[in-house]
């Protein structure tokens, strides 16, 4: 399995309480603002977003191509990150 991605924005309260969650069960995921982005690589990670999650809301934690999280959802974070 491929580490987790988490896609959030900096300022987005469910994307912050996504990460705090995600530290507190030990899980290593890679994180990405993507309203920090500029130019080709934010136009290439919200396409990238698009292919999962077409209403491009944040947070959006990838776990698998098949396993996608949209949203704060600690019980279903938890039911797509088992093997």
């Given at each position: 399995?491929?580490?987790?991605?988490?896609?959030?924005?900096?300022?987005?309260?469910?994307?912050?309480?996504?990460?705090?969650?995600?530290?507190?069960?030990?899980?290593?995921?890679?994180?990405?603002?993507?309203?920090?982005l500029q130019g080709k690589e934010r136009e290439d990670t919200v396409r990238e977003i698009k292919e999962y999650n077409p209403d491009l809301s944040f947070p959006t934690l990838v776990v698998d191509k098949d396993k996608v999280v949209v949203g704060y959802k600690e019980q279903e974070i938890l039911e797509a990150m088992e093997k």
């Amino acid at each position: 399995m491929q580490k987790p991605r988490l896609y959030a924005l900096s300022t987005c309260v469910h994307c912050k309480n996504t990460k705090k969650f995600l530290d507190k069960q030990g899980i290593d995921y890679e994180a990405i603002h993507v309203d920090l982005l500029q130019g080709k690589e934010r136009e290439d990670t919200v396409r990238e977003i698009k292919e999962y999650n077409p209403d491009l809301s944040f947070p959006t934690l990838v776990v698998d191509k098949d396993k996608v999280v949209v949203g704060y959802k600690e019980q279903e974070i938890l039911e797509a990150m088992e093997k």
